[in-house]
């Protein structure tokens, strides 16, 4: 059970200072915001600030920077789709072989004219 003198409670001291009762955004928003603006924007280098800022990506949002890196040719994808394959298989819900085949498959397809399915396939697999 956790003492309830060191729950900060509002308006209340907490270990000698006050508990604060608000988040602080700066005027850009929140770094995943950020993040998202700067994707549909197309800037990658503003994306992968805001990425790093972030510290972690989910696996939606790093599919989202996967497809970024297809569209513009970068040659950040091959490597990005590889971890994220490998992220899908670790941390994927209920995925199995024949799953990680699919989106093995798919994910070159995002360099290609079937970029929309490609992206569909890979989203239903989250």
Avoid at 28 to 51: I, S, Y
Avoid at 84 to 104: F, H, K, N, T, V
Wanted: glycine share 10%; hydrophobic share 45%.
């Amino acid at each position: 059970m956790i003492p309830t003198a060191s729950i900060p409670q509002r308006g209340r001291l907490v270990g000698g200072s006050a508990a604060c009762e608000h988040v602080f955004v700066t005027s850009q928003g929140t770094a995943h915001g950020r993040f998202q603006r700067a994707l549909e924007r197309g800037n990658l280098e503003q994306a992968e600030q805001a990425a790093r800022e972030l510290g972690w990506l989910s696996l939606v949002d790093a599919l989202a920077l996967v497809v970024a890196y297809a569209r513009t040719g970068s040659p950040k994808f091959e490597p990005a789709a590889v971890r994220w394959l490998a992220r899908l298989a670790l941390e994927g819900r209920e995925i199995g072989l024949s799953d990680l085949q699919l989106a093995s498959a798919a994910l070159p397809c995002l360099r290609g004219f079937r970029t929309g399915q490609a992206e569909k396939i890979l989203l239903r697999l989250l």
